[in-house]
């Protein structure tokens, strides 16, 4: 259990970020080579027409979708919210950060992003309801969709269990900074990939409506 502990807390946390870099930069070039031999992409991007779309849509209920379906966009961008935002402000964290490489910056309350923390289980479980209980979404969901979000909500349901002492803390301490390497490791090769994408794809899609259809994309 030793060796595996100090695996964990050095060398697994080196593997993680080593393949989460250089699997997004793989990506990402892929795309932009992808891109590039296509006629109707890059001869159309337009920055004006592109950061209007990115802008537009990261505003809740800017869009006529998002205001059809006000439930789902506030479960959806709350979601998203403390799904990025409470690993990077969570106080704990950020000490590892300062011990480990002497990095530090500001965090939240613990009060707060253990309440974050919280909402994101909460609400992924009612994500998973939705693909469940909804025959639309029934319909595109595979088994791999629940796997995704498996392996988003495995960190912090362990790093919740951990922090109330649930079962055994080393134990529950390791699982967390295991799935947590997992999901980091995974975003560039599942459908998390889309953080990295999104920037990209509602740009062409704002570039394909405003510079050449002249029209909005929402």
Not at 147 to 152: C, E, K, N
Not at 201 to 218: I, L, N, P, Q, S
Request: hydrophobic fraction near 55%; charge should be positive.
């Amino acid at each position: 259990m030793q060796t595996i502990y100090e695996f964990t807390h050095g060398p697994l946390i080196w593997i993680a970020f080593i393949v989460f870099i250089c699997g997004s930069i793989y990506r990402l070039l892929s795309m932009f080579y992808a891109a590039s031999k296509e006629k109707v992409v890059l001869p159309y991007f337009h920055w004006k027409y592109g950061l209007r779309s990115i802008f537009h849509w990261i505003i809740p209920f800017a869009s006529k979708n998002m205001r059809l379906r006000p439930a789902f966009t506030i479960i959806s961008f709350v979601f998203h919210l403390c799904l990025i935002a409470t690993p990077i402000l969570l106080l704990s964290h950020n000490i590892l950060w300062k011990q480990s490489w002497n990095i530090q910056w500001w965090c939240l309350p613990e009060s707060i992003t253990h309440a974050m923390a919280i909402a994101v289980v909460v609400l992924g479980a009612i994500l998973i309801v939705r693909r469940i209980a909804d025959p639309t979404v029934r319909y595109v969901t595979s088994w791999g969709d629940y796997v995704f979000l498996a392996i988003v909500l495995a960190p912090f349901v362990t790093g919740i269990l951990a922090y109330y002492q649930v079962f055994a803390y080393k134990l529950m301490v390791v699982l967390h900074i295991w799935t947590g390497a997992i999901w980091l490791m995974a975003i560039p090769f599942t459908k998390v990939s889309h953080m990295l994408f999104f920037p990209w794809t509602r740009a062409y899609m704002g570039c394909e409506f405003g510079f050449v259809r002249h029209a909005k994309d929402w």
